[in-house]
């Protein structure tokens, strides 16, 4: 009994989640980026600098 | 009714703490978006982060949280959710790549960012954790091994991902955005603390010493302890605890086994022990007066919190552990009602406790069932599993009303389960406790 309901609860908790995040996607486009942050330069490191890290684009940080 | 209430509100808690960082990156001047698909899989991502880090809560063994469910639901749902956060955050970089397939050089190390580099690196070690997990029997990982791996993969994962956040710095940035993600690695580092210092630290006060080793049938062991300097564990009958045995409890190698004793006798603890594993088949050695550790007691799998107007124990192999305890409580406690025991074994040479239960039907209103599934060509007792047609014979009428314990391997557990679902015994009347944890 109680491993079922804990079976039923992760099925819940990822119904849940999913629908969080896919919130969470609408929400965060309520203000849109410029075009040239959807795509950051990630086959293309270009130059570096100290605050990016080593390989790491300038400016655009790259994709969470 | 009380127990429901708090296992809903732990619920609640759990999906309000994976998911309130979350909207806490929109708070004040969020960055702007970068498209639906894009800020899905970055949702994704971040859910299954915390999802891997709050899986040191979930496993930290927190009396409050585990007493609704018992800690074997509660390890068993850290093993479910771990393959759910584990999909998320496989769709994390996967949806970049579906939405623009130049983004698979991330998988490049040659040629993805420091960024990409971290994240590649947690992902490689998550996937580790699940394979040697999934498959740590067929990968032939003993258990001290995997555990002692586990921890430090897990560990790995939540530092290289954290690593990734940071370097990707697209939601880490502000004051407050830069305060969550201090706090919630502190708070990584609070759990552990709790579970690797501070709670062998507590059991330091509460010291055991092995009081005797008993041999019984069946690659079967007794160990008995007793309290060394302090009233020994309230525990309820059916419950378990994990033991560590030698001079220190800051120790990796702790091992969970069912209390076999009547709980009325809390100064002298016993666990009855299978030989299975590389741990259980050296019990036969260890030497009387060895300190030891006990960490409970845990665990749901008891009469106390079922009550019925009967009881059925239905045990199979070394499941007999936990509902021998019931038992002896229950003749401790000269209870008078009902009791029906079926006691599977795969042949007469792995029945322990035979002459010990003869004594307990003489004690308690109790009627033990012996099914082996091997007979030898003299036997008296009942054939093959325990199934529908065995507990047609056995049930009496209104079998409902009574309360039903199942331990043992896990297809017994399962097909036992079943059978007992199908003859309308309410979901609620039957109590299983699965004790292969990994």
């Not at chain 2, 603890?269 to 960490?295: M, N, V, W």
């Not at chain 2, 009627?367 to 030898?376: F, I, M, R």
């Not at chain 2, 060509?377 to 047609?389: C, K, N, R, S, V």
Request: net charge negative; aromatic share 10%; hydrophobic share 50%.
């Amino acid at each position: 009994m109680r491993h079922a309901l804990m079976t039923r609860f992760v099925v819940i908790a990822t119904v849940v989640l999913a629908l969080a995040a896919a919130l969470f996607a609408l929400l965060a486009n309520v203000t849109e980026a410029p075009a040239e942050a959807r795509m950051p330069a990630i086959l293309d490191p270009g130059p570096t600098d100290l605050a990016a890290g080593p390989g790491e684009p300038v400016g655009v940080r790259g994709v969470a | 009714v009380t127990n429901v209430v708090r296992g809903l509100l732990w619920s609640v808690v759990y999906l309000a703490a994976v998911i309130a960082p979350l909207f806490f990156m929109l708070v004040g001047d969020a960055p702007p978006g970068r498209g639906w698909w894009m800020e899905l899989s970055i949702a994704l991502g971040f859910i299954g982060l915390a999802m891997v880090g709050l899986q040191f809560a979930v496993t930290a063994r927190f009396h409050p949280v585990d007493a609704p469910y018992g800690l074997d639901a509660v390890l068993q749902y850290h093993r479910q959710i771990s393959l759910v956060a584990f999909g998320f955050i496989l769709l994390h970089p996967a949806i970049l790549m579906v939405e623009d397939p130049e983004r698979l050089a991330l998988l490049n190390p040659a040629t993805a960012t420091t960024a990409a580099r971290w994240g590649l690196a947690s992902v490689v070690l998550l996937i580790a954790i699940v394979v040697t997990s999934v498959w740590r029997a067929q990968l032939k990982l003993n258990y001290e091994v995997w555990r002692i791996l586990h921890g430090l993969l897990a560990i790995g994962i939540v530092i290289t991902a954290l690593v990734h956040v940071e370097r990707v710095g697209y939601y880490v940035s502000g004051p407050w955005r830069r305060g969550l993600w201090i706090v919630m690695s502190l708070v990584l580092v609070g759990l552990l603390g709790y579970v690797r210092l501070y709670k062998p630290w507590r059991l330091l006060r509460t010291p055991y010493v092995i009081d005797g080793v008993e041999q019984l049938p069946g690659d079967t062991w007794r160990v008995h302890l007793r309290p060394d300097g302090h009233e020994g564990l309230r525990f309820s009958p059916g419950q378990f605890a994990w033991l560590t045995v030698g001079n220190s409890p800051f120790q990796i190698e702790e091992h969970p086994f069912s209390f076999s004793s009547s709980a009325e006798r809390p100064q002298r603890l016993s666990f009855t022990i299978k030989e299975l594993g590389d741990f259980t088949s050296r019990i036969g050695e260890l030497e009387p007066g060895t300190r030891a550790y006990l960490d409970g007691p845990y665990g749901a799998f008891s009469y106390e919190r079922n009550q019925g107007s009967g009881f059925v124990f239905l045990a199979g192999g070394i499941g007999i552990s936990p509902i021998m305890s019931q038992l002896r409580t229950l003749a401790d406690r000269e209870d008078p009602r009902a009791m029906l025991l079926f006691y599977a074994n795969p042949d007469l040479d792995d029945v322990a406790l035979r002459e010990e239960l003869d004594r307990l039907e003489v004690r308690l209103d109790l009627e033990v069932v012996s099914v082996l599934e091997d007979p030898p060509d003299d036997w008296d007792g009942e054939a093959g599993l325990i199934g529908p047609e065995l507990l047609d014979r056995y049930l009496p009428a209104h079998e409902e009303l009574l309360q039903f314990f199942v331990c043992g391997p896990d297809p017994m557990m399962d097909a036992v389960e079943e059978a007992l679902l199908d003859r309308g015994i309410p979901p609620g009347h039957v109590n299983l406790e699965r004790f292969d944890f990994i």
